[in-house]
């Protein structure tokens, strides 16, 4: 019998990738440490800010250099905005400057804890798949706002496992759990909140098609380091979930027999 393992491409809107983990730009110690975590990472996708890059000039040019350099594919995403006319406006921007119809969809209610708009993040996804682009919602564990953005035509689901940069792991598995049997056609990745590889592990034995994270790597001691750990992990979730994990049980299930007598009885 076949099973998934972590060399099965994970594919979004069309594109295949053999890994399944994807990585953010953001908070590293230097630009060559983000290089260098990026490729550790294994990560065929790397999501970068619009805001970052639009503000042009030396430092966005450069960095986009960076970012081209590793190779990978970019996501841009409308990280920091408010209202769904900024997120829209933003990824209009995205798609001329980065060349894509891709879009990692933000809309932010609160700037203290970047609490996603579940509201203003459907109205968005609706507006711009209408409008041709492929879009990556970033959004909670919460089914009911997962579905609506499928039925705005979002191929793809990004909830969260924990608020952005908390390192706190998956909270809600049970809602994960859900959204991943409610959906399966859908190709969900766990973006944000993930703060050890053990964490990204987990969301691959969800089923999950992918994981995106950020601040655990680039905040690490060894931010390079911590992106192989990540990458490893990543391919043992994805290879045990294929392996097919069996159930928790409620009570103790002898693994060892406890009947007959020991072989080397009468030996001594
Ligand atoms: C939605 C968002 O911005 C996340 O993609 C973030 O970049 C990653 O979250 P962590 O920094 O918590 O990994």
């Known amino acids: 019998m076949d099973h998934a393992s972590s060399r099965d491409p994970v594919t979004f809107y069309g594109r295949s990738f053999a890994s399944r983990m994807m990585i953010g730009t953001a908070l590293y110690p230097s630009p060559a440490v983000m290089q260098k975590a990026i490729a550790a990472s294994g990560a065929g996708i790397v999501t970068v800010s619009l805001r970052r890059e639009s503000a042009g000039g030396r430092t ?28 829209v406006t933003t ?10 119809p891709w879009i990692k969809l933000e809309v932010i209610a609160d700037d203290e804890t970047l609490q996603p708009d579940v509201v203003g993040l459907v109205e968005a996804a609706t507006v711009l798949m209408r409008d ?7 959004t909670t564990e919460d089914l009911g706002v997962a579905m609506r953005l499928v039925d705005a035509g979002c191929r793809v689901v990004m909830p ?12 809600h598995a049970d809602a994960l759990k859900l959204m991943r049997e409610r959906l399966p056609d859908v190709a969900l990745v766990v973006d944000a909140g993930l703060g050890a590889p053990s964490h990204a592990a987990e969301a691959m034995e969800l089923g999950f098609d992918a994981v995106l994270l950020n601040t655990a790597v680039a905040k690490a001691a060894d931010p390079v380091a911590m992106a192989t750990a990540f990458r490893l992990a990543v391919e043992a979730g994805r290879t045990g979930y294929g392996a097919g994990l069996m159930g928790p049980r409620d009570f103790a299930s002898p693994s060892t027999p406890v009947v007959g007598r020991p072989f080397w009885h009468g030996l001594t």
Not at 132 to 138: L, R, S
């Open 132 to 138: 041709g682009f492929e879009v990556f919602p970033y």
């Open 91 to 100: 990824a209009e921007l995205a798609r001329d400057l980065f060349d894509t």
């Open 60 to 87: 966005g040019a450069a960095f986009w250099d960076l970012v081209r350099e590793t190779g990978a594919a970019v996501l841009p995403n409308t990280a920091g905005c408010r209202s769904v006319k900024e997120a």
């Open 160 to 171: 969260w496992a924990a608020p952005i940069g908390s390192a706190r792991g998956i909270i």
